[in-house]
């Protein structure tokens, strides 16, 4: 029961801030966003007490997050969260590429074609954004191709941890990557519906996927016996 608390926790979070979009309930808003990584941060803690380097990159990537949030939700300060959610991304990216032995890669010819997949995504939802764009071009072209490479090297893990430890992060970058392309349609092309239920939905949903991918990691057990 103890080991469930913290999702029970965090689903419950889950609720209350979702219903605070769906009713706009600005304060109730403000009060829950910034607990979405608090709670996570708490979690990865009490699970791993933050042993390895990819722990600590996990949980420095999400303190990042619940600094965007908190930028997020101030009037003008969409730069400054952007900044802040780029250093979170950058710190899975590394965490993410510290699990990954490129010397086993080479049999993995699937992994081209993620590479593929992800690089003309990238292109073409930039070429969607541009028009649009002002002083934030470059801000979005590296936030764009970081979030790209957060992506790639989440699919990377698959041969170096376990099954769940691998779907769980690797829906919660494909989750991140939805979220953050539907924010940024919404800001910069055209209104969506619903477009706050959706972004805060994807968003929650990719913070505790890569928070418990992170829980359920053993890497070492997937490391051949030949390059450790």
Same mark, same amino acid.
């Given at each position: 029961m103890k080991k469930t608390i913290p999702h029970i926790v965090y689903f419950l979070l889950f609720a209350i801030h979702m219903y605070s979009v769906s009713e706009d309930l600005q304060s109730l808003r403000m009060a829950t966003k910034p607990l979405i990584c608090v709670v996570l941060i708490a979690y990865l803690f009490q699970a791993t007490r933050l042993k390895s380097t990819f722990q600590k990159l996990v949980a420095v990537g999400l303190a990042f997050g619940l600094i965007?949030?908190?930028?997020?939700?101030?009037?003008? !300060?969409?730069?400054?969260? %952007?900044?802040? /959610? +780029?250093?979170?991304? @950058?710190?899975? =990216?590394?965490?993410?590429?510290?699990?990954?032995?490129?010397?086993?890669?080479?049999?993995?010819?699937?992994?081209?074609?993620?590479?593929?997949?992800?690089?003309?995504?990238?292109?073409?939802?930039?070429?969607?954004?541009?028009?649009?764009?002002?002083?934030?071009?470059?801000?979005?072209?590296?936030?764009?191709?970081?979030?790209?490479?957060?992506?790639?090297?989440?699919?990377?893990? !698959?041969?170096?941890?376990? %099954?769940?430890? /691998? +779907?769980?992060?690797? @829906?919660?970058? =494909?989750?991140?990557?939805i979220s953050d392309s539907i924010l940024a349609a919404n800001k910069f092309v055209a209104y969506i519906a619903n477009s706050g239920l959706i972004i805060m939905g994807t968003y929650m949903l990719a913070q505790y996927g890569i928070t418990l991918g992170t829980v359920l990691d053993n890497s070492r057990k997937a490391i051949p016996s030949s390059i450790k």
């Open positions: 965007g949030d908190i930028f997020l939700m101030l009037p003008n !300060k969409f730069l400054f969260g %952007l900044g802040a /959610f +780029l250093i979170g991304h @950058i710190c899975y =990216v590394v965490a993410f590429y510290k699990q990954v032995y490129f010397i086993q890669l080479n049999k993995h010819k699937i992994r081209l074609l993620i590479a593929l997949i992800l690089s003309l995504y990238s292109y073409n939802f930039y070429n969607l954004l541009s028009p649009s764009l002002g002083i934030e071009k470059y801000p979005v072209i590296l936030y764009i191709f970081v979030i790209a490479m957060m992506g790639y090297f989440a699919f990377l893990r !698959k041969y170096q941890t376990n %099954l769940w430890s /691998f +779907l769980a992060i690797m @829906i919660g970058a =494909v989750l991140f990557i």
